[in-house]
């Protein structure tokens, strides 16, 4: 399973550091606390200076490239995790201290930086080939997991007398001691070669098969043996026909590189025309504005400078892979 998207306390929370006044935020029994007492407070705080260059961050995005990211995508990216978690989701969103609104600004906000990431890259023809050769479709399958191995290969005898999805599925519901998926027949999210949580063995094993096999030997991992069904496997095809998804892979790539976000980031703050109207923030940018300028190709934007100490502007718009406070993964053969 993907890890979730989890934007840091810069994206989610909605404090307005411009609008301050004598307005109260908080009674006591000593006094009242005011919106400029609290302003002056946070600022001088590392969590409140974060706050502000993610607002600023967001705003020049917003500008640039608001018009690229569409309510529906948003709503598609929501609903994706949405339904990952199913019946757990809003019990999942409360633990990571967020609601559906907070969730779904942290995506947009993910989705700004990728489009800035987009148009600060060029994709070459040898990039696109190297990329390729990594390649697995989005393919979907089941298991059955065990402890034993003996168990294992019991259960491949009972499919090389009844391979079909049906027994398959039973068999599952019947023997893997994987509580996650064994009530669906041990069906696991739809992956492909740029999943991360599964287990390299496992992932091979699952990649080798045609749609409609099933592993003839257990796949050993650390969660025990594994009997792997394939349920759909489209096959690799030809390169020219996922030119697209080779290059959405490049720029996830890019978009887990922390020198590659800082380098976008920086270049993004220098083109906003930031003025910052306290001088007890004037260097609040300083860590940004002072890297050199964003590569454009994946094999040189290695090479950009990124400063030592890493803020929390490039971590809180990283994407899938990156923000981030992550959720339990809910299968066991990961």
């Given at each position: 399973?993907?890890?979730?998207?989890?934007?840091?306390?810069?994206?989610?929370?909605?404090?307005?550091?411009?609008?301050?006044?004598?307005?109260?935020?908080?009674?006591?029994?000593?006094?009242?606390?005011?919106?400029?007492?609290?302003?002056?407070?946070?600022?001088?705080?590392?969590?409140?200076?974060?706050?502000?260059?993610?607002?600023?961050?967001?705003?020049?995005?917003?500008?640039?490239?608001?018009?690229?990211?569409?309510?529906?995508?948003?709503?598609?990216?929501?609903?994706?995790?949405?339904?990952?978690?199913?019946?757990?989701?809003?019990?999942?969103?409360?633990?990571?201290g967020l609601t559906a609104s907070a969730f779904k600004k942290s995506i947009?906000?993910?989705?700004?930086?990728?489009?800035?990431?987009?148009?600060?890259?060029?994709?070459?023809?040898?990039?696109?080939?190297?990329?390729?050769?990594?390649?697995?479709?989005?393919?979907?399958?089941?298991?059955?997991?065990?402890?034993?191995?003996?168990?294992?290969?019991?259960?491949?005898?009972?499919?090389?007398?009844?391979?079909?999805?049906?027994?398959?599925?039973?068999?599952?519901?019947?023997?893997?001691?994987?509580?996650?998926?064994?009530?669906?027949?041990?069906?696991?999210?739809?992956?492909?070669?740029?999943?991360?949580?599964?287990?390299?063995?496992?992932?091979?094993?699952?990649?080798?098969?045609?749609?409609?096999?099933?592993?003839?030997?257990?796949?050993?991992?650390?969660?025990?043996?594994?009997?792997?069904?394939?349920?759909?496997?489209?096959?690799?095809?030809?390169?020219?026909?996922?030119?697209?998804?080779?290059?959405?892979?490049?720029?996830?790539?890019?978009?887990?590189?922390?020198?590659?976000?800082?380098?976008?980031?920086?270049?993004?703050?220098?083109?906003?025309?930031?003025?910052?109207?306290?001088?007890?923030?004037?260097?609040?940018?300083?860590?940004?504005?002072?890297?050199?300028?964003?590569?454009?190709?994946?094999?040189?934007?290695?090479?950009s400078s990124s400063s030592k100490k890493e803020s929390s502007s490039s971590?809180?718009?990283?994407?899938?892979?990156?923000?981030?406070?992550?959720?339990?993964?809910?299968?066991?053969?990961?």
């Open positions: 399973m993907k890890k979730w998207l989890v934007a840091c306390a810069g994206v989610l929370m909605t404090l307005s550091l411009s609008a301050c006044s004598s307005k109260t935020v908080a009674t006591t029994s000593g006094g009242k606390i005011t919106e400029s007492q609290y302003y002056d407070s946070m600022k001088k705080t590392s969590s409140g200076k974060q706050i502000l260059q993610q607002m600023i961050l967001d705003k020049i995005l917003e500008g640039k490239y608001g018009d690229k990211v569409t309510d529906k995508m948003v709503n598609k990216e929501y609903n994706k995790y949405k339904k990952q978690y199913g019946s757990s989701f809003s019990a999942v969103l409360s633990q990571n947009r906000s993910n989705l700004l930086l990728r489009q800035a990431v987009i148009a600060n890259t060029k994709i070459t023809d040898a990039q696109l080939k190297k990329q390729w050769k990594s390649y697995e479709p989005t393919i979907t399958v089941a298991q059955i997991l065990v402890s034993n191995e003996d168990e294992a290969k019991s259960i491949i005898e009972d499919l090389n007398k009844d391979g079909s999805w049906k027994n398959f599925k039973k068999l599952a519901k019947e023997k893997s001691i994987d509580d996650s998926t064994k009530n669906d027949g041990g069906k696991l999210p739809s992956f492909n070669n740029t999943d991360t949580s599964l287990d390299s063995t496992f992932k091979k094993a699952a990649f080798a098969l045609k749609q409609g096999e099933y592993t003839k030997e257990p796949v050993k991992t650390s969660y025990g043996y594994h009997i792997i069904y394939s349920i759909k496997n489209p096959g690799k095809g030809k390169m020219s026909d996922h030119t697209q998804e080779l290059k959405d892979q490049i720029i996830d790539e890019k978009l887990n590189d922390s020198a590659t976000l800082q380098a976008v980031i920086s270049k993004e703050f220098k083109e906003g025309n930031v003025s910052i109207k306290d001088s007890d923030l004037k260097d609040i940018l300083a860590d940004y504005l002072s890297t050199s300028s964003v590569t454009t190709s994946s094999s040189s934007s290695k090479k971590e809180a718009s990283s994407s899938e892979s990156s923000s981030e406070s992550s959720v339990a993964d809910s299968s066991s053969a990961e």
